[in-house]
T-cell receptor, first 112, second 112 residues
Framework: GDQVEQSPSALSLHEGTGSALRCNFTTTMRAVQWFQQNSRGSLINLFYLASGTKENGRLKSTFNSKESYSTLHIRDAQLEDSGTYFCAAEDVAGTGSNRLTFGKGTKFSLIP | NTKITQSPRYLILGRANKSLECEQH?????MYWYKQSAEKPPELMFLYNLKQLIRNETVPSRFIPECPDSSKLLLHISAVDPEDSAVYFCASSPGTNTGQLYFGEGSKLTVL
């Protein structure tokens, strides 16, 4: 099965509301990253976490390696938040180089 | 993100050979090629660290990477197949074992 299970696969919000995305991991991960892929296709770094919680504007992310999950909270959703969100987690591969495993993505859109 | 530049941005190929170029100005040691097909997350193709190829995923032999120096990455493509239509992203990180991954803007390949 997949090492990274991302949910939901799609999310629609009214402007000004909020919600959370989640990634569950089936193996121990060292760190997690969150990306937004915007309407132009650019992959924008949102967060890199080895543990704990980080906040940036209307976004907040948490990584709990013991319980094997990470969340991304969006509050006060705006049009510029539209796009696809990916989590990507680092495990420690036997070769000594990290393998970054991506979730399948959450397609986010704003309800007019 | 203007610190990782890719060219060309758009590429339409019949059976011709072509190369994608990438340069990063972040002082990173690790550079990557990722392939993103429609509605999917990026998939790792090649990983270089300090100009050495250290990870080579299952990629058709018509894709040949080259790393002329630690800030530049090339991807030579020959005899393309329709399944190669995708966006090819260059990325970099401080090292292979730590640090955030940064993506270039991508090169969209369309195979006729």
């Amino acid at each position: 099965g997949d090492q990274v299970e991302q949910s939901p696969s799609a999310l629609s919000l009214h402007e000004g509301t909020g919600s959370a995305l989640r990634c569950n991991f089936t193996t121990t991960m060292r760190a997690v990253q969150w990306f937004q892929q915007n309407s132009r296709g650019s992959l924008i770094n949102l967060f890199y976490l080895a543990s704990g919680t980080k906040e940036n504007g209307r976004l907040k992310s948490t990584f709990n390696s013991k319980e094997s999950y990470s969340t991304l909270h969006i509050r006060d959703a705006q049009l510029e938040d539209s796009g696809t969100y990916f989590c990507a987690a680092e495990d420690v591969a036997g070769t000594g180089s990290n393998r970054l495993t991506f979730g399948k993505g959450t397609k986010f859109s704003l309800i007019p | 993100n203007t610190k990782i530049t890719q060219s060309p941005r758009y590429l339409i190929l019949g059976r011709a050979n072509k190369s994608l170029e990438c340069e990063q100005h972040l002082g990173h040691n690790a550079m990557y090629w990722y392939k993103q097909s429609a509605e999917k997350p990026p998939e790792l193709m090649f990983l270089y660290n300090l100009k050495q190829l250290i990870r080579n995923e299952t990629v058709p032999s018509r894709f040949i990477p080259e790393c002329p120096d630690s800030s530049k990455l090339l991807l030579h493509i020959s005899a393309v197949d329709p399944e190669d239509s995708a966006v090819y992203f260059c990325a970099s990180s401080p090292g292979t074992n730590t640090g955030q991954l940064y993506f270039g803007e991508g090169s969209k390949l369309t195979v006729l």
